[in-house]
């Protein structure tokens, strides 16, 4: 059964509540009530239904309800939440009451659901690709315009970067090109081994200080890699299907962990393909770094960069100031878009 959408009526009292609840928490005028405690700050590590586990001010791990009024939550939100007594409930140790305000969001488009929020508050999104499955220049693509739009700092990582000697020649040389591009965008790219361990500690650079979410196709290595980094959380690894090529799914639910080395570290659910169809394509074009300096340049505003006379974007193309292949997959994300998106769902993510 799927759940009862609110009003805006209902939204605006929602609303207005949570923002009673955390006036009332940094006043600290919230004050002890039967079996609750003090209202306190913490952060969502993982959220389960209607239950969330949050970090309290020692990071210490708390499992809690969420009250019926808080509109959303997910990974990494600070939250205001009062505990429970022990003694009155020996499983659950909080109430959660109200989200503080998101300085980032990422989110992933649903069929179904519209856009699914995955994780908040992040400032870096770790971008995984590998040489098994099949390296593709157009998922790193997708999350590349995913970055650009909610303005988070992208990390493109190449795992098994040990397998590139196992490869034909113009194999390697595909993947090596397409990183290289990238780098020469302004992109961050790093090649790292989680079987081997190599290039651990240049990633354990990018992560202090950084609050990073780790994203890419199911089965580069996205569990494994979280395996090196924590060894104590021992994340589930799976195999590459043999009839698809395709690595199968082993994170099911967002999950926040703090870095020995200093920085948090968020494992997202495995996706085998980022949609984009929530965005305008306009949106798209500028989401693409190296496009933005042509953009505006062409003969017609409703260039559609194709083969239209005057395109500011396929000249630069075709002289060298823009590499041929990010053109090439910006028009492969529009055409998905146009089949991908459900029937009753707009730009944006919104219902028709």
């Known amino acids: 059964m799927s759940k009862r959408k609110l009003n805006k009526g209902q939204l605006r009292r929602v609303r ?16 002890p009530s039967g079996p609750l405690g003090i209202s306190t700050s913490g952060v969502v590590i993982s959220r389960f239904g209607q239950q969330a586990i949050i970090a309290d001010s020692t990071d210490q791990p708390v499992r809690c309800h969420i009250r019926r009024g808080v509109e959303s939550l997910v990974c990494g939100d600070d939250v205001v939440w009062r505990p429970i007594d022990a003694q009155a409930n020996d499983d659950v140790g909080g109430i959660i009451e109200a989200v503080q305000p998101r300085r980032s969001l990422l989110s ?9 929020p995955v994780a908040a508050n992040v400032d870096q999104i770790l971008i995984i690709s590998s040489v098994l499955p099949a390296f593709s220049s157009q998922i790193i693509d997708r999350y590349l315009v995913a970055c650009e739009d909610i303005e988070v700092t992208p990390v493109i990582v ?46 354990h650079q990018f992560l202090a200080g950084h609050v990073s979410i780790v994203v890419g196709q199911s089965g580069v290595g996205k569990s494994s890699l979280v395996n090196v980094l924590l060894p104590e959380v021992d994340a589930g690894v799976g195999a590459i299907s043999d009839n698809s090529g395709l ?39 500028w989401c693409y770094r190296d496009f933005r300096g042509f953009l505006g340049g062409c003969k017609f505003r409703d260039c559609k960069h194709l083969d239209d006379p005057g395109c500011a974007l396929r000249e630069a193309a075709e002289n060298g100031a823009l590499h041929p292949l990010r053109l090439y997959n910006f028009h492969k994300i529009i055409e998905s878009m146009v089949s991908q998106r459900p029937s009753r769902v707009s730009a944006r993510g919104k219902k028709e």
Not at 108 to 116: A, E, F, S, T, W
């Open 16 to 31: 207005a509540n949570q923002s009673k609840r955390l006036e009332q928490a940094e006043q600290l005028q919230s004050e």
């Open 108 to 116: 992933r488009p649903d069929y179904y659901d519209g856009l699914k």
């Open 158 to 203: 190449l795992n098994k970067a040990d397998l590139l000697q196992q490869l034909s020649t113009d194999e390697r040389d595909t993947i090596e090109q397409a990183l290289a591009m990238y780098q020469a965008i302004g992109y961050q790219v790093l090649r790292v081994s989680a079987k081997e361990t190599e290039g651990m500690d240049d990633l």
């Open 247 to 285: 690595g199968q799914h082993t994170t099911t639910v967002a999950t926040r962990y703090v870095l020995p080395q200093g920085g948090v570290l968020i494992d997202s659910p495995g996706i085998r393909e980022f949609a984009l169809w929530h965005l305008d394509p306009e949106r798209v074009a």
